[in-house]
């Protein structure tokens, strides 16, 4: 590979269109206005590219945040009873584990509640679970923040850390359940009580941490009345997250002999912030795309006028027998040169951005006191950032194919011109 670029690099610097290009390039008699109008082109494509590679760094980030930190926790898939509690769940279980696909699968129970501390009261989401199973679906022991989850039974209970905020619960500390209770007709009837002790408290991140409680499968169900046993639902982790709807639709259909069950997946509940993530790739892609080829435009006005400036020098070296084909590479290494400086020199900024990014953001926000991203309401309080090669090759190729493309038609100009017409007029 070395002697391949070494001897390409002497084919460069032996090649007459080479010198010619790069002895115009550093020509300090030529036009301010082109001068300005090329180092613009070349700011222009370097800028273009490194806000390119940092957007779409970011983007990643995001989509690799929301995989690890919200996925982590939320199931995959869910089947979830209409009506009836499942019966014998243990046995139901297992032939939807092994289906392809499935990594793992847990019961639970869930239900709306407000949890009151004191004179404070808070609205949630109430999870009943099998702490052993729920360990192979969820990664919830891994965002405590205070307490441990080694356990939990019948009188404990585990808080997000927005609802122990806002109850001002510690660890420790006594809170107290209203839970509904529904009659055999399904009606909602009066309020259960329950007291209990704060084992565990668990930062997620976003919403999720003002929303959602955990406790014991068995002693929810036993608070809602269920048959001793019986579960509302089962929650899947599976090996292809984006294959949850489909999958949802295969195990639901293999329950569906014994139970009546909607079909889940988490595309229903978080499919949004995704869907977004992709949004704003996609308008990144189209935007920057149009900067780039607006300082590609840039490198089209710069080699006409320079054209235009240099017709007479074009005129003398074609009498002198230059072939035209010549000239025509000579102004396209005249204009793919700023492209192909803006480009890497964008590249290498764009990846030191990229790289830098969730320090830097730190920093403002360390500095300024003020945080664009709310971690009560996002996921994440701080930029993420994952750099894709492939990404950044492709954006690097793009830019370069599109500067080089746009030194085609003022290069052919120059290959067209009269020598006698021109040197005719002087």
């Known amino acids: 590979m070395a002697t391949w670029a070494r001897r390409w690099m002497a084919y460069l610097m032996a090649s007459l269109s080479w010198q010619l290009a790069q002895r115009y390039r550093k020509s300090r008699n030529s036009n301010a206005f082109i001068r300005f109008i090329a180092a613009s082109s070349t700011i222009g494509i370097g800028l273009g590219v490194a806000i390119l590679i940092l957007a779409l760094s970011v983007m990643n980030g995001f989509e ?21 509690p ?32 004191g004179a404070k009261v808070k609205a949630a989401g109430l999870r009943g679970i099998d702490l052993q199973l729920e360990q192979g679906i969820s990664a919830l022991g891994s965002f405590v923040v205070a307490g441990d989850l080694n356990q939990i039974d019948e009188h404990q209970i585990v808080l997000g850390k927005g609802i122990a905020d806002e109850v001002l619960a510690k660890v420790g500390d006594e ?23 704060v084992s565990a408290i668990v930062s997620i991140g976003g919403q999720l941490d003002h929303q959602q ?17 019986a579960i509302q639902g089962f929650a899947f982790k599976i090996d292809d997250i984006f294959a949850a709807p489909l999958l949802s639709r295969e195990l639901g259909y293999m329950a569906a002999d014994d139970d009546y069950l909607y079909m889940l997946d988490w595309f229903r509940t978080q499919g949004h912030l995704y869907n977004d993530i992709q949004m704003v790739r996609s308008i990144l892609y189209l935007v920057l795309v149009l900067v780039l080829a607006v300082a590609c435009f840039n490198i089209v006005a710069t080699l006409v006028m320079a054209v235009r400036e240099k017709q007479g020098d074009i005129a003398i070296l074609l009498t002198m027998g230059m072939p035209r ?3 025509v590479k000579a102004f396209m290494w005249l204009g793919w040169l700023n492209g192909l400086t803006g480009t890497l020199v964008g590249g290498c900024v764009g990846l030191l951005l990229a790289w830098q990014i ?18 009560s309401i996002y996921f994440v309080d701080y930029v993420p950032s994952h750099i894709e090669p492939m990404q950044v090759l492709i954006t690097i190729g793009v830019a370069l194919i599109m500067s080089l493309l746009a030194t085609i038609y003022p290069a052919l100009s120059a290959s067209k011109v009269q020598p006698a017409f021109v040197l005719g007029q002087r």
């Open 64 to 84: 690799l945040a929301l995989k690890d930190k919200l996925l982590s926790v939320i199931p995959h898939v869910e089947l979830q009873a209409v009506s009836d």
């Open 86 to 117: 499942i019966q014998n769940w243990r046995k139901k279980i297992q032939p939807l584990q092994q289906h392809p696909g499935v990594v793992a699968g847990a019961p639970y129970i869930k239900t709306n509640t407000m949890i009151r501390s």
């Open 175 to 197: 809170v107290q359940l209203m839970l509904p209770q529904v009659t055999a007709d399904g009606k909602l009837a009066s309020h259960k009580h329950v007291s209990l002790t």
């Open 213 to 229: 409680a955990w406790v014991d499968i068995a002693a929810l169900g036993a608070w809602l009345n269920y048959p001793q046993g």
């Open 325 to 327: 084909s010549r000239i």
């Open 358 to 375: 969730e320090p830097l953001f730190r920093f403002i926000t360390s500095l300024t006191g003020f945080s664009l991203l709310d971690s």
